[in-house]
T-cell receptor
Framework: EAQVTQNPRYLITVTGKKLTVTCSQN?????MSWYRQDPGLGLRQIYY???????DKGDVPEGYKVSRKEKRNFPLILESPSPNQTSLYFC????????????FGDGTRLSIL | DAKTTQPTSMDCAEGRAANLPCNHS???????VYWYRQIHSQGPQYIIH???NNETNEMASLIITEDRKSSTLILPHATLRDTAVYYC????????????????FGKGTLLTVNP
């Protein structure tokens, strides 16, 4: 089944403890992206990747890192999480960055205490 | 990307067609109209997209006016599982020089399908 898989789905952790949210897609998609969704603020893009080894900042990249060493994986890294990074996170992928629908994972709900 | 305007909420009876309107009067010639939906806190789900012709797939139909300034998403036989927030998005069709392809969701329309 074609899908975007995020892990973990839920995580409660403490300020400053490094964490990684994994994202994997099995559709051979070139484009991958991370979004966060907060009440009243809608969906905001954190980072995106046009292809392997090509990543760039979205609208709210502060406090996050990403890497794209393989086509299928696009992990989101919070080196030193803070409470303002408490949010619902979505990973998405599409065949390319041109007129192709984006497929989303089920989301990761992070709580940083 | 062009801005879109959607009603805040709509109701629909189960089994009836749900018609969700969207205004995008500033759409430009190479921009597509996309529809996504999000069932409470789940990942957004792609529904359909189109440029100027009407489109139909297994989920829905998309009717775009001739001047492309508005469109309507039609769910032909709404079920309770179609209750969700529906987002209409206008997006450039061509990626030039590595430009971003981000989705920007506005407030959308909360469609409630009633039994």
């Amino acid at each position: 089944e074609a899908q975007v898989t995020q892990n973990p789905r839920y995580l409660i952790t403490v300020t400053g403890k490094k964490l990684t949210v994994t994202c994997s897609q099995n559709m051979n998609h070139e484009y991958m992206s991370w979004y966060r969704q907060d009440p009243g603020l809608g969906l905001r893009q954190i980072y995106y990747s046009m292809n392997v080894e090509v990543t760039d900042k979205g609208d709210v990249p502060e406090g996050y890192k990403v890497s794209r060493k393989e086509k299928r994986n696009f992990p989101l890294i919070l080196e030193s999480p803070s409470p303002n990074q408490t949010s619902l996170y979505f990973c998405a992928s599409s065949l390319s960055a041109s007129n192709q629908p984006q497929h989303f994972g089920d989301g990761t709900r992070l709580s940083i205490l | 990307d062009a801005k879109t305007t959607q009603p805040t909420s709509m109701d629909c009876a189960e089994g009836r067609a749900a018609n969700l309107p969207c205004n995008h009067s500033t759409i430009s010639g190479n921009e597509y109209v996309y529809w996504y939906r999000q069932i409470h806190s789940q990942g957004p789900q792609y529904i359909i997209h189109g440029l100027k012709n009407n489109e139909t797939n297994e989920m829905a139909s998309l009717i775009i006016t001739e001047d492309r300034k508005s469109s309507t998403l039609i769910l032909p036989h709404a079920t309770l599982r179609d209750t969700a927030v529906y987002y209409c998005i206008v997006l450039g069709g061509w990626n030039s020089g590595g430009s971003n392809y981000k989705l920007t969701f506005g407030k959308g329309t909360l469609l409630t399908v009633n039994p």
